[in-house]
């Protein structure tokens, strides 16, 4: 059962517009989300966070949006660069105590920016 | 400062065989993940070790185990290798909050 869904594979955008990828939840107990950014034969790169307090959180280019009722997030990209494609994953944490976290991954979403 | 490191980058083993994948996370944390990743799915999760200290488990089978060291470092091994365990192998180090994770470690099992 997955606990994390991207639904889209993959989403192709032109430089410059928005892009705007979605994340979907059903474990109530997470209470931090992060979004990671994955290039080919690299780990995943840290790309912003929001905690279930807030319902937003800004970075640069880089929204990430919270609807705890809907269990959903998103991540805006705006303006989109073509060094921004890459495969994005959405994560979802609920901390356990004792120093004990882990993350749990969606699927991932190929993000193209077309020149 | 160096990240997040892992040894071997690449590794093919044949089925049956045991593999030890190594990780030094980043100077200063104590708690280190392991993470499976196989071709068109996310991260999953298989340890996390803080303090040396096992923290966490996720759902592999017991061929699978690892270990954190005094220096916080640690091992990550896999017995009796399917081919079904072809995959990357990421190592996260975190602090206060947030990981990061090294360039992994390819594994094929043939």
């Known amino acids: 059962d997955q606990q994390v869904k991207q639904n889209s594979p993959s989403l192709s955008v032109q430089e410059g517009r928005i892009s705007i990828l979605n994340c979907d939840y059903t474990n109530s107990m997470f209470d931090y989300f992060l979004w990671y950014k994955k290039y080919p034969a690299e780990g995943p790169t840290f790309l912003i966070s929001i905690s279930s307090i807030k319902d937003k959180n800004e970075d640069g280019r880089f929204t990430v949006f919270l609807n705890k009722s809907a269990k959903h997030l998103s991540l805006h990209i705006v303006p989109s660069q073509p060094g921004d494609s890459a495969v994005y994953f959405c994560?979802?944490?609920?901390?356990?105590?004792?120093?004990?976290?882990?993350?749990?991954f969606g699927k991932g979403t190929k993000l193209s920016v077309i020149p | 400062d160096a990240g997040v490191t892992q040894s071997p980058t690449h590794l093919i083993k044949t089925r049956g065989q045991h593999v030890t994948l190594r990780c030094s996370p980043i100077s200063g944390h104590k708690s280190v993940s392991w993470y499976q990743q196989v071709l068109g799915q996310g991260p999953q999760f298989i340890f996390q070790y803080y303090e040396k200290e096992e923290r966490g488990r996720g759902n592999f089978p017991d061929r699978f185990s690892a270990r954190q060291f005094p220096n916080y470092s640690s091992e990550l091994n896999v017995n009796a290798l399917l081919l079904g365990d072809s995959a990357l192998y990421l190592c996260?180090?975190?602090?206060?909050?947030?990981?990061?994770f090294g360039s992994g470690t390819r594994l094929t099992v043939v």
């Open positions: 994560a979802a944490s609920a901390y356990s105590g004792a120093g004990s976290y882990q993350l749990t």
């Open positions: 996260a180090s975190s602090g206060l909050w947030g990981y990061t």
